[in-house]
């Protein structure tokens, strides 16, 4: 695919089909208890049943399988403390290439087990940001990877949409989809699939109080740096891209916030009620339905979990 | 259907027709990791996301939606502890009769809280076995209720065997079936439905070796209650019933046990790498693979998750 232009409708059609060997199609879980809580029917897409417990897996597929071969035989890089890294290592084992991944040195263990498992080549680094892109490219210069950025890049933006459109191949008549909002991958992928595959399904944000970096930018038109982001959603900690941001502003209906510690409840809520482990970065989006129930009153609502990897020694409600 | 004899195929089949409406058919999930580190393909069939968390909702709504109408149009009741309790409280909701359900006062909050959801009317007693059945037979005299026994009802045991219907109608060549036992409703469901529709399979029984009375019984080919059980797995505390374990000594292939520490591991892989909640009882059975690796080589393996009810407040690794 050209990948120097917005994603096209058929351009997300032949990335599902291109990732589709070595993803799962995930299901979508639905809880009565939940429904009743909120007093709408809720359609829980799940991607933390991805591979590598994430839909990151999809962006980072859809990359590395479209990318022409000339420019990644040296291999792929990427800087990532979370669930990009190992997605990108796992598609790169799968296309036998090799990972770069620069990882601040403080990251969790689960998460560097886990691009280590996929064969990811790691350099760990001091945790700023201006320290990660310097190794980067450090990195880069002395392998001649490319680089597959977490979500500033249109051929990861077009495979995260194919989560959506599962969804809504897979349920019919939503009102709503809501997806959570850190760099914008995700949901602007969420908003073209929405926009291609069912024009009247409004697509909001949920994003955690502490970071509200794209609700500031997305009121005030105008690109926000998410500085000092305070929240447990570390996914959800990141600024929006030059390439996220345009199709947010154009697509999406709402950004809408909410604090840590509704988040780390809805997180509970969906634990003990639906017996799936979801990251407080997925839990955002059903704390929103949950604080502005009169608003979502009667809906069929579409939720994005977007991963599930937690580390388990270390639980918000302990 | 004819409660008086052992399940047969076809009370199996009318069952799962029966109870349709009101389960999940739940999904079979694997994990390329979890197969990597046993030498085999094994196919979880996630129990565990079934109506009020676990397999328990299948014997209990079969009993009540079989059971003749006159017997139980004062409404059923049952002492339990555990899942069984939140299991028959839904089916006789859905039924619209009431439910009756003894319960020791030492049980956990959340699953007093479930069975009040489904609208149980509970009665608490203490914490003994005798207490339970004394207590039961006064709520019985009183109200005309009809007791539906947790797994030594020929009722249960043919819902509990839809469990297995289902897997294997979905997963074709499992060599095994790896069941867990504590009175042997679930394990003597497994073993009849692998009788019926797949004879080849092994059916194979995991059991705590803290609450080794199944083991014991037989391979002593008589019964010996459990006395004193010492494990997490709180679901496989009790003993074998008179319907049950004539069933398993007959179609029942092993019995392997495994300490609690095994179990716990096997539970925390499988919420790290499948990202679902499983209780103790459930992780009995891929202990057992992970214990035994030699014996299940290469084999194709089906696990029945039983259940994801777990006090997220009270893990056991911490």
């Given amino acids: 695919m050209d990948t120097n232009h917005e994603p096209r409708k058929e351009d997300i059609l032949e990335s599902a089909k291109r990732i589709q060997p070595y993803i799962h199609h995930t299901p979508v879980l639905t809880s009565r208890a939940i429904d009743e809580i909120a007093g709408a029917k809720i359609f829980f897409k799940c991607?933390?049943?991805?591979?590598?417990?994430?839909?990151?897996?999809?962006g980072a597929l859809?990359?590395?399988f479209s990318i022409n071969q000339l420019d990644i035989n040296q291999g792929v890089a990427t800087h990532s403390s979370g669930n990009h890294?190992?997605?990108?290592?796992?598609a790169a084992q799968l296309k036998n290439i090799p990972a770069y991944i620069v990882m601040p040195e403080n990251s969790s263990k689960v998460k560097v087990a886990a691009v280590k498992t996929y064969g990811g080549q790691i350099t760990f680094c001091i945790p700023t940001l201006e320290a990660r892109e310097e190794k980067l490219n450090e990195v880069l210069n002395e392998t001649n990877a490319f680089e597959i950025h977490p979500y500033n890049n249109y051929a990861v933006i077009t495979g995260q949409a194919t989560a959506a459109l599962e969804l809504i191949e897979d349920i019919s008549d939503l009102d709503t989809i809501i997806a959570p909002v850190g760099g914008g991958g995700l949901l602007s992928g969420t908003a073209l699939s929405a926009h291609y595959f069912s024009p009247s399904i409004k697509v909001i944000a949920a994003e955690p109080s502490g970071a509200d970096d794209a609700y500031q930018s997305f009121y005030q038109k105008k690109f926000i740096p998410s500085v000092n982001p305070d929240?447990?959603?570390?996914g959800l900690r990141t600024s929006l891209g030059s390439l996220t941001f345009p199709i947010i502003q154009r697509l999406v209906s709402d950004i809408l916030t909410v604090n840590d510690q509704d988040t780390i409840e809805a997180m509970k809520l969906v634990w003990e009620r639906m017996k799936i482990i979801i990251e407080p970065s997925s839990a955002v989006a059903l704390a929103i339905v949950l604080k502005h129930k009169q608003r979502f009153d009667g809906q069929r609502i579409g939720i994005i979990i977007s991963g599930g990897n937690v580390d388990l020694m270390h639980l918000p409600w302990k």
């Fill in 47 to 58: 991607e933390n049943l991805q591979k590598a417990g994430a839909f990151k897996s999809r």
């Fill in 62 to 64: 859809n990359a590395v």
């Fill in 85 to 90: 890294a190992a997605a990108l290592a796992r």
């Fill in 231 to 234: 929240t447990i959603a570390d």
